[in-house]
C-alpha cells in the first residue's frame, strides 16, 4: 500500500508520496509513486498513485506511449486542460482494468488503484484532482483544498486541523511531513523515502523537489519536535475534575 497527499492552496501546489509497495517482517519492496510531466513556460503536471502497482505504471506508460509513438494522439504533455489530464488518466484506468482485471481477481491479486493528478497547465489556474479506481474523478475546492489516497486515516487529523486553502505552502509542507510521520509511525505499509513537490503558483516550472530519507536530519526534526510539541500539549490541557 502507500500514503499520498495533495494540496492546492492559493499560493500553489504541495504533491508528496511514500514509496513503500510491499510490506512485511521479511518482505520491504521500494518505489516511487511520483511523477512528474514537465515543460518550463508551458505546464507542470505531477501524477501520484496508490494501488495495484502494476494497474498505476501500466495506465502512465499507455499515455505515454501513445504521445510517443501515436501520431496525433492526446497525452499529457499536450492536453489543452488539468480536466482534459484527469480525463486522459481516467480512460487510461478502465483501458487497462477491463485488459488485466479478470487475470489478477484469478490469481487473489486486488486491481484497483488510484491517482492524485495535480497541476497548472499556461492559462488556467493551478487545479487537483483524484482519481477513482473506475475512471471517474473530483476536483478540489476552496472547502476542500486537499485530497489523500492510500492509507489515509492516520494522517488526516492533521490535516483537517490546519489546511486551509489561504494555508502558506512552507507550513504546507511542514504540515505534510507531519501527516507522513504519523501515518508511517502507526501503518506498517507506508514508509520512507517520501517524495515531496512545491510548486508556486504561475511559476510553470518545477523548483522545489526534494527526496526524504528516514535518517535526512530535517524530517528527524520535524519528527522530534511535533513529539514534543505533542507531549507538552498533552501536559497543559486542562485536568479532569477528579484529578
Known sequence: ???????????????????????????????????????DGERVVVTLSAGNLSLTQNVL?????????????????????MFQVAQLVGDAMREIRSRDEAYLRDSGIDPTGSFIVGGQIRGEAP???????EGNFIESSDETPFFQTGEIKFGKPILDRVISSHTSLVEAAKCTLVSFD???RSNLSVGTP??????????????????????????????????????????????????
Open 1 to 39: 500500500m502507500t500514503y499520498c497527499i495533495g494540496l492546492n492552496l492559493d499560493d500553489g501546489l504541495i504533491l508528496a508520496s511514500d514509496s513503500r509497495t510491499n510490506a512485511g517482517v521479511d518482505h520491504v519492496r521500494r518505489a516511487g509513486k511520483m511523477r512528474v510531466f514537465a515543460q
Open 182 to 184: 504519523s501515518t508511517i
Open 61 to 81: 506508460n499507455l499515455l505515454e506511449h501513445r504521445s510517443r509513438h501515436e501520431t496525433g494522439s492526446l497525452g499529457i504533455l499536450n492536453a489543452q486542460s
Open 194 to 243: 517520501i517524495d515531496l513537490l512545491v510548486y508556486r503558483r504561475d511559476s510553470l516550472k518545477v523548483e522545489i523537489q526534494q527526496r526524504f530519507e528516514d535518517d535526512d536530519p530535517y524530517l528527524q526534526a520535524i519528527r522530534d519536535s511535533w513529539n514534543t510539541s505533542m507531549r507538552r500539549a498533552v501536559e497543559a490541557l486542562p485536568l479532569p475534575d477528579w484529578a
Open 127 to 133: 487545479r487537483l484532482f483524484l482519481v477513482y479506481s
